[in-house]
């Protein structure tokens, strides 16, 4: 029998009008939503093709938050949506094959450590000349500049979920004969979706701290605003317009808890059937909102037509597949062969690039090296200090809220506000207070770039502690395991490899915060302090090329040879001894 989907469409759709005379006003209320994101999308569409000008005056009156605030909100969810789909790929990709690996985790580390300056400069200026015409390269580049500050984090954690999956869930899928894709939906992807989930929210909140740079990028004489709320940040900064920077925070805070609510405490309210647990009771983290769906029609009739399709597709598979032992095809081998294609197209583009680098470092004099190799251990000191003082207050606090479905459900909302809060925004506020103290930049940096990078540690303790098996948990209960002996004993080794990925990716987005924390515009006056931080910041401003190419070079080195020394001994240690497959 052939498979006709539109009859299933018809049919669910005759079988929901015969169930219910009257619409329901959930149902009407999301009725009105998905017309009210058609609408909005036809919007945006509009203004990205809609022709490139010069530049762009940012209206500073109250009236223009809202549609600057959904400019930004679109942008930061398109990007998410791409960070996404790299990490489950990407990650898999580097889990799965061993000689892939090899290639895609140094590459992973070095494309963590270039700061969004680092990518910026070129990206815009070759979509600018792409799309001359519309406003499409500068809103995509914008798009990939936060997408750069949010996948990095997600890729780290879903590679490492991966390979942590517990032995004995692993044997099971053996025995059962999974295949790759039953393997990967039914064990991998579940085990690995908490963390996932907390790192999703990080990692939004690491896309919005760049939120003023991706938005209101100066290269030099040229000017690539874009209407937004970054930008809106960013001009009310520079005129020193207080009402317009509390407006612009406010807006900031409302955004970020409406998506809240509407977005990730749902998706971590879903994401507790994947915990590992064997028994034991924990009280659930709830959704309001995701409550309210389970009780729409539309919600429900929509799961049944997808059970029916999913039947359909397996009827007409088992009525006319033919199954021939000389047909099968080896995939491992196919899949391999596939990768290494990848490989060499990816080494190839990467050395292309290399060679171009090359070009534009041999410009660079000698005493510049030297130079950008001492601002490299200055910062390097700086991005450690702040790990170091992040992981202080972070660990304690992440267990205690991840350990407690109440306390969850209380401070997770608030925790996710602080961590969204671009942390650029409160920049002013800081360094006002450091000048009070008698608190130099030179300190004071590492205070700034705490303030973005302490969140990473935070929710990947919290996810850890999230994941901890409630018959675990019930174990050192029995056995009477308290104090510091429970934490020592089970706690900290059940986190541990949650941490590991706290402090590489906050490592990391230390060094992109130092191009911010380094080099800062306060009152009208540009404030800077030895760093390759503000010597990023200072090449960039002046489109001295070789200068900024040097020092993203160097970083990078710091930053691969940190993570092939510590951070990876680290890993290993966690995998080895601290894995629950272990």
């Not at 303030?451 to 935070?458: K, S, V």
């Not at 515009?521 to 070789?546: D, E, H, V």
Request: no cysteine; aromatic share 14%; glycine share 8%.
């Amino acid at each position: 029998m052939a498979f006709r989907p539109y009859k299933i469409l018809w049919g669910g759709a005759v079988a929901l009008l015969h169930r219910t005379r009257r619409i329901d006003w959930i149902d009407f209320l999301l009725i009105l939503a998905f017309f009210g994101l058609l609408y909005g999308v036809i919007g945006l569409a509009q203004r990205w093709t809609g022709q490139l000008r010069p530049t762009v005056e940012i209206d500073l009156s109250p009236s223009a938050l809202p549609k600057y605030t959904l400019f930004s909100l679109s942008r930061g969810m398109i990007a998410y949506a791409l960070s996404l789909i790299f990490s489950l790929v990407y990650g898999y990709w580097a889990s799965r094959d061993i000689t892939a690996r090899r290639v895609l985790i140094p590459l992973l580390d070095i494309l963590q450590s270039i700061p969004v300056l680092g990518f910026m400069p070129g990206l815009i200026l070759a979509l600018v000349a792409l799309f001359p015409h519309s406003n499409f390269g500068l809103e995509l580049a914008s798009v990939i500049m936060i997408f750069t500050g949010q996948v990095w984090n997600m890729t780290f954690s879903f590679y490492h979920s991966l390979r942590s999956v517990p032995r004995d869930q692993l044997e099971a899928a053996a025995i059962y004969g999974f295949n790759w894709w039953q393997k990967f939906k039914w064990v991998e992807l579940p085990f690995a979706t908490m963390g996932l989930v907390w790192n999703s929210m990080m990692s939004m909140a690491g896309g919005w701290f760049f939120l003023m740079i991706s938005e209101a990028f100066v290269l030099g004489n040229h000017d690539f605003r874009l209407p937004g709320l970054g930008s809106y940040m960013s001009v009310a900064v520079a005129k020193g317009d207080g009402h317009a920077m509390i407006l612009a925070i406010t807006a900031m805070i409302i955004m970020i808890v409406v998506l809240d609510q509407l977005l990730w405490r749902p998706v971590v309210s879903w994401a507790q059937k994947f915990k590992v647990e064997e028994g034991g009771s924990e009280v659930q983290v709830s959704s309001w909102f995701l409550n309210w769906l389970r009780r729409s029609r539309i919600v429900a009739w929509s799961e049944g037509l997808e059970e029916r399709l999913k039947s359909s597709l397996n009827s007409g598979k088992n009525n006319t597949a033919v199954i021939s032992s000389k047909k099968v095809i080896n995939h491992g081998n196919m899949a391999h062969g596939v990768s290494l294609i990848f490989i060499a197209v990816l080494v190839g583009t990467m050395l292309l690039g290399a060679w171009k680098l090359f070009h534009i470092l041999a410009t660079e004099p000698l005493h510049n090296w030297i130079s950008v190799v001492a601002d490299a251990g200055v910062t390097l000191g700086r991005v450690l200090g702040s790990t170091f003082l992040g992981t202080l207050w972070a660990l304690p606090i992440g267990l205690a809220i991840g350990l407690s479905p109440r306390a969850s459900r209380v401070f997770q909302p608030v925790v996710q506000v602080l961590a969204s809060f671009p942390a650029p925004m409160l920049f002013p506020a800081v360094i006002a207070l450091l000048a009070a103290l008698n608190i130099g930049l030179g300190w004071g940096s590492i205070v700034l770039m705490l303030l973005g990078t302490q969140w990473y540690i935070l929710f990947n303790v919290i996810a850890g502690a999230m994941a901890i098996p409630a018959d675990l948990k019930e174990a050192a209960r029995s056995f009477q395991i308290t104090g510091w002996r429970r934490f020592f004993k089970i706690y900290f080794p059940a986190v541990f490899p949650y941490l590991v990925t706290g402090w590489v990716t906050a490592a990391g987005g230390a060094w992109n915060a130092s191009i911010v924390a380094e080099f800062v515009t306060y009152k009208g006056r540009i404030m800077s302090t030895s760093g390759l931080g503000a010597r990023i910041s200072q090449a960039a401003a002046a489109a001295n090329f070789p200068d900024l190419a040097a020092s993203i070079l160097i970083m990078s080195i710091f930053v691969v040879a940190f993570n092939r020394t510590i951070w990876r001994r680290l890993y290993q240690l966690a995998e080895g001894r601290f894995s629950l497959s272990n």
